[in-house]
C-alpha cells in the first residue's frame, strides 16, 4: 500500500453566509474602490477570495463544500415565526455579490450546496457527522460561533476574528476553556439565554454567566427542569419556571440538524484545485490583479493601459520651448510628505503638445522663462489641486497664476462622494490605470521616494497625461450637471484665495499658550484635588476603568450602561448623573479643560512655524456640503461654548503691533436660506421685519399673541427647534437636544410645520426630488447624490432622507460665503487696501488690518457679505474687533 493510501483525508466545510457577510462588512470602508466593470461591488469577493487563499494553503483539503442557505423559511420559522426576525435586511451591494462567490467557488474547484428548508448550518452539521463517522478530519470555517456545538476530536470550528482572515480554533477543549461547558452543552446555553442575533427568547434575566453556571451543576437542561422545584425561592427560580416552555423551544431551535436530508454525498466533494483557464478570465473581468499576479499572470489590462512615457528633461531648452507655447500646457508639481507648507518638492512635470518634460532638479524654478511663465496669467495651464501647487511654488519663489482646469476641484464637483484628494483614484474611475500614492510610494513606515529617478519622473508624466485627457470629458460631464458656473465662478477663484490665506497664515503668540499652558495645568490640579477629596480617594480620573469604580460602587451612583470592560463613562452617561454627585460635573469639566489642555493650548504650539505664525491647510473637497474644513491644524473647531476655549483665540494676533483683528459673520444664515428656499411666508415676514426669529418661532408654536408673553425657556425649546428642523431632526432627536419626552417632541414639530406650512412643503418635496433624480442640489447647483435614498434598511434610508433635506440647506449657506470671500478678497485688492483676509471658520470670516482701516472694514465687509447672493430675505451680518481673534467677537 502507499502511502497516500494511509493518509487522512480532509474535508473543509465553510458557511457561505456567514463568512461573505463577515467579508462585506470587513471591506466595507472601500466599498466604492471595488466596484467591476458592469458596476458590480466586489469587495465581499474580493475578501471572501482572500480568506480561501490563506484556508487552502493553511487546510490543504482532499474534500471541500461551502454551503448557503435557500431562503429565509425553515423548519426553524415554522417553529418559531420570528426566528431572525430583528435581523437587518442584506444590503443590496452584498445580496449582488452571492451569485459571483458561488462563481468563483466553482471556478477555484469548490463544490456549493443549498437545501430548501434547512439553513448552511444544517448541511455543514450533517456532513461534518458523516466524516467524522469515517475519521476524517474536519474543518469548518464560520462566522457564527453557535456552530462550536459541532467540535468533536475529528472536526475543529474555526470562527473568524477580525474580517476574515483570522480565525479562532474551537476545539472540544478549546470550548471548555473559554465556555466552561462541552460542545454538547452550547445548545443547553443557548437554550437558557436565548439568542439575540437570531432573535429567540430563552429564559427572562438569564445571560451566558448564569446559563453557564445552571449547567455546570446540573448538567443539561433537561436535569435542570427536573430539579427545578428543589431549588430555593428566588427570582431565577420564577423565571426559570415561567419560561420553561421558551427555553425548550430556544433550544431546539439553536440545535443544529445533523440528518438532514442532504442530497450529495462525501464522495462529491473531492477537491482538485481551481480551474485555472476560467479562473484567470474571471479575475480579468472583475479587475482582480493582485490575484493573477499570484497566478503568476500578467494582469490582462481590463482598464487603458498607462504605458511608459517618453519624457525630455525639464532644462533650459525646454523652458524656452514651453514659455513661447500659446497652447495650454499641463504642469504636476510633486511633493513628498504630508503636509505641503514644508514638504520638498520632489519633482516637476509638463506636458506641452505632445511633448513631456520632467526633472527632479528644482533649480529649474530659478530659470527665467520657466519662472516667467508659471506667473503669467495668459498662459493657461492645468493641473490637479491648484492651491498645493500655488504654495508649493510659492516656497521656491515662484507665483503660480492662468490655472483654468483643476482636475481635483472638477472630479469633487462631479461626486462629493468619494474623497478625490488622490489622483490615482480619479484616473481609476476613468480608466486609466494610474496608481494611488499609497501604491506608488508606499505607506507608513515603507512610505519612500523610489531610488530609480525615471521611475518617479514616469509617474509624473502619467499624472499630466491623465490631468491632459480627462480635461474634455470631465468638463463636459460638469456642464451637463448646470455646474460650470460653480466652477468657474466659486471653487477655482476660491482656490486661488485659500492659497492666499493659507501662504500669509496667522500670527499666534507662543507666549500667551505657554503662560496658558500652566493657567490649565494648575486649574486642572486643583479640580483634581477637588475630585479625589469628594471622592475620598485617589485615582487616575483618565482611566475610564477606575472612574467607573468610584462612581458606580464606592460611590453608588446609578449604573445608565455597561462596556465589555465596565462601566461606561462617556459624556452623556455622565450628563445624565450630574444632580447625583458633585464629582460628576468635576469629572466633567476636568476631562472639558485637558481636551483643550491637550489638543490646543498644547497642540497648536507644535504647529507654529518660523515665521511665527500658523499656516493652516483648507480642505476644498472633503465636505458632502461644501463646507470648508481645515487640517494641519484645524482651526474650525476651536471650542467657543466654553471660557476656557475662548481664551484660545487670544493667541491669534495681527501681524504688527499696532494693526487690529476684524471678524464678521453670518447671522443665522441657514436659516434665511430655509426661509428662502421653502418660500414660507412667516418664516420670511420674520427676517424682513428682523424680529428675533427664536422668540417669534416660540410665539407661534406655543400660540402666544405676541413675543413679549415668550419666557427664555420657549425660547432656549424653539432655538433647538429651529435648528434642528434645518438638520431634519427626529422627535427622539429634539427630545433629547431640549429635555421634553418623544410625544412632547413630536407635538412641537407638528406644531412648527403647522406654523411654517411652506418648511414642511420644502421637506415633503425636496425628498420627493432625491427619490426620483437620486441626488439633491444647493442654490449654485452643487450636487450630492444620495444613493441611500431607496435603501432597504430603514435606518439607512432616513438618514438619506434627512440628509437630503439638510444639503441644500447648508450647502448653499456654504455657496454663499465661498462667494463672499471672493468678492472680498477682489474688493480689498480693487480698495488698495493693507488688510488680509486671514480665516475662514464656517459663516465668519477673520482678517487683520491697520487700525485706520477698520472703519473702512465696518463698512466694506458686511456690505460684500450682504450682497453676495440675492435671497428673498436679507442677509445679515454682525461684526467686531480688537487687539486679538478673542475681542474680535
Known sequence: MGENMTEKKKLLLIDGNSVSFRAFFAMHNVLDKFVSGDGIHTNALYAFNNMLEI?????????????????????????????????AKTPPELMEQLPLIQELLNLRGIKTYELKNYEADDIIGTMSREADQENMDVTVITGDRDLTQLTTDNVTVKVNVKGVTETEAYTPEHVKEKLGISPEQIIDMKGLMGDNSDHYPGVEKVGEKTAIKLLNEYDTMENLYEHVDEMK?????????????????????????????????????????????????????????????????EPEETQEAMADIKYSDLNEDATKIILKSSDPQTIVVESFGGNYHIDPIIGLAVKSGDTYYATSDVSILENADFKQWIEDESKE??????????????????????????????????????????????????????????????????????????????????????????KEKMLSELKDNDQDSLYDEIELPLSNVLAEMEIKGVK????????????????????????????????????PKQLGVVLFEDLKLPVIKKTKTGYS??????????????????????????????????????????????HTIYLQTLTQTGRLSSIEPNLQNIPIRIDEGRQIRRAFVPKNPDWEMFSADYSQVELRVLAHISGDEHMQEAFKEDYDIHAHTAMRIFGLDSTDEVTPDMRRQAKATNFGIVYGISDYGLSQNIGITRKQAAAFIDSYFEQYPGVKKYMDDIVKFARENGYVETIMHRRRYLPDIHSKNFNVRNFAKRTAMNTPIQGSAADIIKVAMINMQKMLDKEKLQANLLLQVHDEMIFEAPKEEIPILEKLVPSVMDSAVKLDVPLKVESAHGKTWYEAK
Open 508 to 543: 499666534v503668540d507662543a507666549s500667551r499658550l505657554k503662560e496658558m499652558e500652566n493657567t490649565f495645568a494648575t486649574k486642572l490640579t486643583e479640580i483634581e484635588q477637588k475630585i479625589y477629596k469628594e471622592a475620598g480617594q485617589e485615582f487616575n480620573i483618565n482611566s
Open 381 to 470: 495651464k492645468y493641473t490637479f489641486d491648484n492651491k498645493k501647487t500655488i504654495a508649493l511654488l510659492h516656497r521656491y519663489g515662484c507665483d503660480l497664476k492662468g490655472v483654468s482646469f483643476d482636475l481635483l476641484l472638477v472630479s469633487y464637483l462631479l461626486d462629493t462622494n468619494d474623497n478625490k484628494s488622490d489622483l490615482g483614484i480619479v484616473a481609476q474611475n476613468y480608466g486609466y490605470n494610474l496608481p494611488m500614492e499609497e501604491e506608488f510610494y508606499g505607506k507608513g513606515v515603507k512610505k519612500a521616494v523610489p531610488e530609480d529617478n525615471q521611475v518617479l519622473m514616469n509617474f509624473l508624466c502619467q499624472k499630466a497625461q491623465v490631468i491632459d485627457t480627462l
Open 569 to 614: 463613562t462617556s459624556v452623556d452617561v455622565l450628563e445624565k448623573l450630574k444632580d447625583k454627585s458633585p464629582v460628576v460635573q468635576m469629572v466633567l469639566d476636568y476631562r472639558q479643560i485637558s481636551k483643550i489642555q491637550s489638543t490646543y493650548v498644547v497642540g497648536l504650539q507644535k504647529f507654529i512655524q518660523q515665521d511665527n505664525k500658523i
Open 55 to 87: 484556508v487552502l494553503k493553511d487546510e490543504k483539503p482532499t474534500h471541500a463544500l461551502v454551503a448557503f442557505d435557500a431562503g429565509k423559511t425553515t423548519f426553524r420559522t415554522e417553529m418559531f415565526s420570528d426566528y431572525k426576525g430583528t435581523r
Open 233 to 297: 425561592k428566588s427570582k431565577l427560580k420564577e423565571h426559570l419556571i415561567n419560561d420553561k416552555d421558551q427555553a425548550f423551544l430556544s433550544k431546539k431551535l439553536a440545535t443544529i440538524n445533523k440528518e438532514a436530508p442532504v442530497e450529495i454525498k462525501l464522495g462529491d466533494l473531492e477537491y482538485h484545485g481551481d480551474n485555472q483557464e476560467q479562473l484567470i478570465k474571471f479575475y480579468q473581468k472583475l479587475g482582480f490583479n493582485s490575484f493573477l499576479e499570484k497566478m503568476n499572470v
